[in-house]
Protein backbone atom coordinates (compact mmCIF):
# COMPACT_ATOMS: atom_id res chain seq x y z
CA UNK A 1 0.00 0.00 0.00
CA UNK A 2 1.55 3.52 -0.79
CA UNK A 3 0.92 6.68 0.98
CA UNK A 4 -2.48 8.33 0.03
CA UNK A 5 -2.32 12.29 -1.17
CA UNK A 6 -5.58 14.14 -1.90
CA UNK A 7 -6.43 15.80 -4.58
CA UNK A 8 -9.05 18.29 -6.21
CA UNK A 9 -11.20 16.94 -9.22
CA UNK A 10 -13.74 17.12 -11.74
CA UNK A 11 -15.51 13.92 -11.83
CA UNK A 12 -18.46 14.42 -13.84
CA UNK A 13 -20.19 17.48 -15.18
CA UNK A 14 -22.15 20.42 -12.54
CA UNK A 15 -20.31 21.83 -9.87
CA UNK A 16 -21.22 18.62 -7.69
CA UNK A 17 -19.13 16.80 -9.92
CA UNK A 18 -16.42 18.76 -8.44
CA UNK A 19 -14.85 17.00 -5.20
CA UNK A 20 -11.39 16.20 -3.16
CA UNK A 21 -10.69 12.66 -3.29
CA UNK A 22 -7.92 10.93 -1.96
CA UNK A 23 -5.94 8.48 -4.11
CA UNK A 24 -2.45 6.70 -4.30
CA UNK A 25 0.60 9.12 -4.36
CA UNK A 26 0.92 9.63 -8.36
CA UNK A 27 4.38 7.28 -9.30
CA UNK A 28 6.71 8.24 -12.19
CA UNK A 29 5.42 6.11 -14.80
CA UNK A 30 8.48 7.22 -18.02
CA UNK A 31 12.08 7.61 -17.46
CA UNK A 32 11.47 11.22 -18.91
CA UNK A 33 9.37 12.64 -16.18
CA UNK A 34 9.98 14.22 -12.99
CA UNK A 35 7.50 14.32 -9.93
CA UNK A 36 6.94 17.77 -8.44
CA UNK A 37 5.73 18.75 -4.83
CA UNK A 38 3.45 21.27 -5.84
CA UNK A 39 3.99 24.05 -3.28
CA UNK A 40 0.97 26.98 -5.21
CA UNK A 41 -1.35 26.30 -8.07
CA UNK A 42 -3.21 28.96 -8.96
CA UNK A 43 -7.10 29.15 -9.78
CA UNK A 44 -7.42 30.55 -13.38
CA UNK A 45 -10.74 31.51 -15.37
CA UNK A 46 -10.55 28.74 -16.90
CA UNK A 47 -10.59 26.31 -14.37
CA UNK A 48 -13.97 28.21 -12.99
CA UNK A 49 -14.92 27.55 -16.72
CA UNK A 50 -14.16 23.99 -16.50
CA UNK A 51 -16.61 23.65 -13.15
CA UNK A 52 -19.00 24.78 -15.00
CA UNK A 53 -18.76 22.73 -17.99
CA UNK A 54 -17.84 25.68 -20.65
CA UNK A 55 -14.03 23.88 -21.43
CA UNK A 56 -13.74 20.85 -22.19
CA UNK A 57 -11.98 18.24 -20.08
CA UNK A 58 -11.49 14.62 -19.96
CA UNK A 59 -13.14 13.85 -16.58
CA UNK A 60 -12.09 12.33 -14.04
CA UNK A 61 -8.96 14.41 -13.95
CA UNK A 62 -7.00 16.75 -11.34
CA UNK A 63 -7.59 20.64 -12.30
CA UNK A 64 -5.56 23.08 -11.70
CA UNK A 65 -2.37 24.24 -14.44
CA UNK A 66 -0.72 26.93 -12.96
CA UNK A 67 1.99 26.17 -10.39
CA UNK A 68 5.22 25.77 -9.03
CA UNK A 69 6.40 23.24 -6.90
CA UNK A 70 9.87 21.42 -6.30
CA UNK A 71 11.27 18.14 -7.95
CA UNK A 72 10.72 15.32 -5.28
CA UNK A 73 11.92 12.37 -8.12
CA UNK A 74 13.69 12.67 -11.75
CA UNK A 75 12.93 9.16 -14.05
CA UNK A 76 16.00 8.02 -15.11
CA UNK A 77 16.48 9.92 -18.41
CA UNK A 78 16.35 13.27 -16.98
CA UNK A 79 19.08 15.23 -16.95
CA UNK A 80 19.01 19.14 -16.97
CA UNK A 81 16.95 18.65 -13.44
CA UNK A 82 18.11 17.97 -10.02
CA UNK A 83 16.04 16.81 -6.79
CA UNK A 84 15.14 20.30 -5.03
CA UNK A 85 15.33 22.25 -7.44
CA UNK A 86 12.48 24.95 -7.95
CA UNK A 87 10.39 24.59 -11.11
CA UNK A 88 7.21 25.45 -13.17
CA UNK A 89 5.63 23.89 -16.00
CA UNK A 90 3.98 24.57 -19.34
CA UNK A 91 0.42 23.15 -19.65
CA UNK A 92 0.51 21.30 -23.42
CA UNK A 93 2.50 18.43 -21.44
CA UNK A 94 1.53 15.89 -24.12
CA UNK A 95 1.69 16.02 -27.22
CA UNK A 96 2.87 14.15 -30.76
CA UNK A 97 6.11 15.97 -31.49
CA UNK A 98 5.27 15.36 -35.28
CA UNK A 99 2.58 17.67 -36.87
CA UNK A 100 3.22 20.83 -38.46
CA UNK A 101 2.10 22.76 -35.34
CA UNK A 102 4.40 20.69 -33.15
CA UNK A 103 7.41 21.26 -35.29
CA UNK A 104 6.80 25.10 -35.64
CA UNK A 105 6.79 25.23 -31.50
CA UNK A 106 2.97 25.97 -31.62
CA UNK A 107 2.08 23.00 -29.05
CA UNK A 108 -1.10 24.09 -27.89
CA UNK A 109 -2.24 23.46 -31.66
CA UNK A 110 -1.15 20.07 -31.83
CA UNK A 111 -4.02 17.66 -32.49
CA UNK A 112 -3.16 15.10 -29.95
CA UNK A 113 -2.07 17.89 -27.30
CA UNK A 114 -3.35 16.84 -23.85
CA UNK A 115 -2.99 19.84 -21.33
CA UNK A 116 -2.95 19.66 -17.90
CA UNK A 117 -5.44 20.25 -15.55
CA UNK A 118 -7.91 18.94 -18.49
CA UNK A 119 -6.38 16.31 -20.36
CA UNK A 120 -4.07 15.38 -17.98
CA UNK A 121 -3.87 15.47 -14.49
CA UNK A 122 -3.43 18.51 -12.98
CA UNK A 123 -1.80 20.76 -9.77
CA UNK A 124 -4.55 21.17 -7.24
CA UNK A 125 -3.21 18.05 -5.72
CA UNK A 126 -0.10 17.03 -3.38
CA UNK A 127 2.22 16.03 -6.27
CA UNK A 128 2.10 16.25 -10.08
CA UNK A 129 4.43 14.25 -12.09
CA UNK A 130 5.37 16.35 -15.77
CA UNK A 131 7.49 15.49 -18.91
CA UNK A 132 10.71 16.68 -17.94
CA UNK A 133 10.43 18.66 -21.33
CA UNK A 134 7.35 20.62 -19.90
CA UNK A 135 9.55 22.09 -16.97
CA UNK A 136 11.46 25.29 -16.82
CA UNK A 137 13.70 26.26 -13.26
CA UNK A 138 12.41 29.53 -11.79
CA UNK A 139 14.77 32.11 -11.49
CA UNK A 140 16.23 33.06 -8.19
CA UNK A 141 14.67 36.11 -7.51
CA UNK A 142 11.34 34.95 -7.92
CA UNK A 143 9.43 33.34 -4.83
CA UNK A 144 7.44 29.77 -5.43
CA UNK A 145 4.47 31.52 -4.77
CA UNK A 146 4.74 34.28 -7.46
CA UNK A 147 5.63 31.44 -9.95
CA UNK A 148 2.91 29.90 -9.83
CA UNK A 149 1.41 33.19 -11.92
CA UNK A 150 4.22 32.26 -14.38
CA UNK A 151 1.84 30.84 -16.37
CA UNK A 152 -0.84 33.20 -16.56
CA UNK A 153 1.94 34.95 -17.57
CA UNK A 154 3.30 33.37 -20.35
CA UNK A 155 -0.62 33.31 -21.65
CA UNK A 156 -1.04 37.04 -21.88
CA UNK A 157 2.84 37.30 -23.11
CA UNK A 158 1.86 34.98 -26.11
CA UNK A 159 -1.16 37.46 -27.19
CA UNK A 160 0.37 40.95 -26.43
CA UNK A 161 4.15 39.80 -27.08
CA UNK A 162 4.20 37.19 -29.55
CA UNK A 163 1.16 38.19 -31.05
CA UNK A 164 0.16 41.37 -30.79
CA UNK A 165 1.88 44.70 -31.66
CA UNK A 166 2.54 47.37 -29.07
CA UNK A 167 4.37 50.37 -29.66
CA UNK A 168 5.71 52.99 -27.44
CA UNK A 169 3.80 55.60 -26.86
CA UNK A 170 0.50 53.98 -28.07
CA UNK A 171 -2.29 54.53 -26.57
CA UNK A 172 -3.87 50.96 -25.34
CA UNK A 173 -6.83 50.59 -23.67
CA UNK A 174 -7.49 47.59 -21.03
CA UNK A 175 -10.68 46.48 -20.51
CA UNK A 176 -10.97 43.71 -17.36
CA UNK A 177 -9.42 44.52 -14.15
CA UNK A 178 -8.36 40.61 -13.17
CA UNK A 179 -5.19 39.32 -13.17
CA UNK A 180 -5.07 39.21 -16.81
CA UNK A 181 -5.94 42.49 -17.39
CA UNK A 182 -3.11 43.75 -13.76
CA UNK A 183 -0.75 41.14 -16.50
CA UNK A 184 -1.68 43.02 -19.51
CA UNK A 185 -1.37 46.46 -17.97
CA UNK A 186 2.22 45.26 -16.97
CA UNK A 187 3.58 44.48 -20.25
CA UNK A 188 1.81 47.38 -22.02
CA UNK A 189 3.76 49.76 -19.71
CA UNK A 190 7.12 47.44 -20.33
CA UNK A 191 6.43 48.21 -23.94
CA UNK A 192 5.88 51.96 -22.51
CA UNK A 193 2.79 52.38 -23.74
CA UNK A 194 -0.09 54.91 -22.55
CA UNK A 195 -2.39 52.79 -20.60
CA UNK A 196 -6.27 53.13 -19.21
CA UNK A 197 -7.89 50.75 -17.77
CA UNK A 198 -11.86 50.27 -17.99
CA UNK A 199 -13.75 47.95 -15.28
CA UNK A 200 -16.98 47.89 -13.02
CA UNK A 201 -18.09 49.66 -10.07
CA UNK A 202 -17.50 46.64 -7.98
CA UNK A 203 -13.36 47.24 -9.30
CA UNK A 204 -12.52 50.41 -7.19
CA UNK A 205 -10.16 48.55 -4.71
CA UNK A 206 -8.72 46.92 -8.17
CA UNK A 207 -8.10 50.29 -9.73
CA UNK A 208 -5.92 51.66 -7.18
CA UNK A 209 -3.65 48.43 -7.81
CA UNK A 210 -3.47 49.51 -11.73
CA UNK A 211 -2.50 53.20 -10.83
CA UNK A 212 0.14 51.83 -8.81
CA UNK A 213 1.64 49.62 -11.43
CA UNK A 214 1.56 52.55 -13.50
CA UNK A 215 -1.75 53.67 -15.54
CA UNK A 216 -2.47 56.55 -16.54
CA UNK A 217 -5.88 56.49 -16.03
CA UNK A 218 -9.01 53.83 -14.57
CA UNK A 219 -12.92 54.33 -15.43
CA UNK A 220 -15.71 52.40 -14.59
CA UNK A 221 -17.02 51.87 -18.25
CA UNK A 222 -20.70 52.27 -16.03
CA UNK A 223 -20.51 55.80 -15.34
CA UNK A 224 -22.82 57.70 -17.84
CA UNK A 225 -20.48 59.85 -19.17
CA UNK A 226 -17.77 56.80 -19.38
CA UNK A 227 -17.36 57.18 -23.39
CA UNK A 228 -16.63 60.31 -23.41
CA UNK A 229 -14.06 60.85 -21.01
CA UNK A 230 -12.25 57.68 -22.55
CA UNK A 231 -12.67 59.14 -26.07
CA UNK A 232 -10.69 61.96 -24.52
CA UNK A 233 -8.24 59.83 -23.21
CA UNK A 234 -7.48 58.11 -26.11
CA UNK A 235 -5.73 59.76 -29.32
CA UNK A 236 -8.59 61.83 -31.59
CA UNK A 237 -8.75 58.59 -33.47
CA UNK A 238 -9.75 56.54 -30.83
CA UNK A 239 -7.24 53.88 -29.14
CA UNK A 240 -4.42 52.02 -31.06
CA UNK A 241 -4.96 49.26 -29.56
CA UNK A 242 -7.90 47.33 -27.11
CA UNK A 243 -6.98 44.24 -24.62
CA UNK A 244 -9.70 42.27 -23.82
CA UNK A 245 -8.82 40.80 -20.33
CA UNK A 246 -12.52 40.18 -19.26
CA UNK A 247 -14.42 37.27 -21.49
CA UNK A 248 -17.08 39.20 -21.45
CA UNK A 249 -19.58 40.37 -24.56
CA UNK A 250 -19.80 43.87 -23.55
CA UNK A 251 -16.24 44.05 -22.87
CA UNK A 252 -15.30 43.68 -26.56
CA UNK A 253 -17.99 45.49 -28.22
CA UNK A 254 -16.64 48.29 -26.11
CA UNK A 255 -13.41 47.83 -27.17
CA UNK A 256 -14.48 47.57 -30.93
CA UNK A 257 -16.17 50.91 -30.28
CA UNK A 258 -13.36 52.44 -28.98
CA UNK A 259 -10.42 51.13 -31.11
CA UNK A 260 -9.13 53.53 -34.01
CA UNK A 261 -9.67 52.48 -37.43
CA UNK A 262 -6.64 50.12 -38.79
CA UNK A 263 -6.46 49.52 -34.84
CA UNK A 264 -5.07 46.19 -33.45
CA UNK A 265 -8.11 44.25 -30.84
CA UNK A 266 -6.09 41.81 -28.53
CA UNK A 267 -8.43 39.17 -26.95
CA UNK A 268 -7.18 37.59 -24.04
CA UNK A 269 -10.14 36.70 -22.19
CA UNK A 270 -12.03 33.08 -22.45
CA UNK A 271 -16.11 34.11 -23.14
CA UNK A 272 -17.14 30.54 -22.27
CA UNK A 273 -19.89 31.14 -24.80
CA UNK A 274 -20.34 31.93 -28.60
CA UNK A 275 -21.04 35.56 -28.03
CA UNK A 276 -22.85 38.24 -30.44
CA UNK A 277 -20.41 41.30 -32.16
CA UNK A 278 -21.09 44.14 -34.72
CA UNK A 279 -18.83 42.30 -37.47
CA UNK A 280 -19.45 45.00 -39.75
CA UNK A 281 -18.09 47.57 -37.86
CA UNK A 282 -15.16 45.53 -37.67
CA UNK A 283 -14.83 45.42 -41.27
CA UNK A 284 -15.59 48.90 -41.85
CA UNK A 285 -12.97 50.19 -38.73
CA UNK A 286 -10.25 47.57 -40.39
CA UNK A 287 -9.60 45.82 -37.12
CA UNK A 288 -6.48 43.68 -37.03
CA UNK A 289 -7.80 40.85 -34.43
CA UNK A 290 -5.35 39.36 -32.73
CA UNK A 291 -5.50 36.42 -29.76
CA UNK A 292 -3.50 33.50 -28.76
CA UNK A 293 -4.57 30.19 -26.64
CA UNK A 294 -3.12 29.47 -23.85
CA UNK A 295 1.43 29.37 -24.05
CA UNK A 296 4.00 28.18 -26.00
CA UNK A 297 7.65 27.37 -25.01
CA UNK A 298 8.76 30.65 -26.95
CA UNK A 299 6.10 32.54 -24.97
CA UNK A 300 7.03 31.03 -21.24
CA UNK A 301 11.05 32.41 -22.50
CA UNK A 302 10.08 35.41 -22.38
CA UNK A 303 7.66 35.02 -19.08
CA UNK A 304 10.69 33.80 -17.38
CA UNK A 305 12.70 36.32 -18.20
CA UNK A 306 10.28 39.28 -17.57
CA UNK A 307 10.30 37.77 -14.23
CA UNK A 308 14.39 37.45 -14.31
CA UNK A 309 14.53 40.93 -14.88
CA UNK A 310 11.45 42.47 -12.59
CA UNK A 311 9.49 43.82 -15.26
CA UNK A 312 6.59 42.71 -13.86
CA UNK A 313 5.17 42.62 -9.79
CA UNK A 314 3.78 39.02 -9.48
CA UNK A 315 3.61 39.62 -5.44
CA UNK A 316 0.71 42.46 -4.96
CA UNK A 317 -1.67 39.93 -7.43
CA UNK A 318 -1.70 37.45 -4.92
CA UNK A 319 -4.52 37.77 -2.78
CA UNK A 320 -5.98 34.44 -1.43
CA UNK A 321 -4.67 31.31 -0.05
CA UNK A 322 -6.43 28.60 1.18
CA UNK A 323 -5.48 24.65 1.74
CA UNK A 324 -6.77 22.34 -0.71
CA UNK A 325 -9.35 21.46 1.84
CA UNK A 326 -10.91 24.42 1.97
CA UNK A 327 -10.93 24.43 -1.65
CA UNK A 328 -14.73 25.85 -2.14
CA UNK A 329 -14.18 29.02 0.07
CA UNK A 330 -10.88 29.30 -2.25
CA UNK A 331 -13.74 29.04 -5.48
CA UNK A 332 -16.03 31.60 -3.43
CA UNK A 333 -13.14 34.17 -3.58
CA UNK A 334 -12.69 33.68 -7.43
CA UNK A 335 -16.40 34.52 -7.79
CA UNK A 336 -16.45 37.51 -5.33
CA UNK A 337 -14.26 39.16 -8.44
CA UNK A 338 -12.44 41.62 -5.31
CA UNK A 339 -8.96 40.66 -5.72
CA UNK A 340 -6.70 38.78 -7.73
CA UNK A 341 -5.09 35.57 -8.09
CA UNK A 342 -6.40 32.88 -5.66
CA UNK A 343 -3.71 30.16 -5.07
CA UNK A 344 -4.09 26.40 -3.43
CA UNK A 345 -1.08 25.75 -1.10
CA UNK A 346 -1.63 21.64 -1.25
CA UNK A 347 1.28 20.98 1.29
CA UNK A 348 0.05 23.44 4.53
ZN1 LIG B 1 -4.64 29.70 -16.58
ZN1 LIG C 1 1.59 17.71 -32.73
Redesign the pocket.
Known sequence: MGVTVKALMKIKKGYSGVALEEMQEPEIEFEDQVKIKVHAAGI?G?DMHIIHDEYPSSMPVIMG??FSGTIVEAGANVENFKIGERVVSLTAAVTCGKCIYCKKGTLMLCNSRKSIGSGVNGAFAEYITVPSKAVYKIPENISLEEAALS??LA?VARCLIERGNIKPDDHVLISGVGTIGMLALQISIAKEAKVIVVGTSRDQERFKIAKEFGAYETLNIEEPDAFEKLQNLSTPYGFDVAIECAGHESSLGNCLKLLKKQGELIQVGLFGKPIQFDSDLFLMKEIKYVNGFASNPTSWDIALSLMKENKVDLKSLISYKYKLEDWEEAINSVKDGKGFKTLLMPKH
Open positions: CTHEEPC
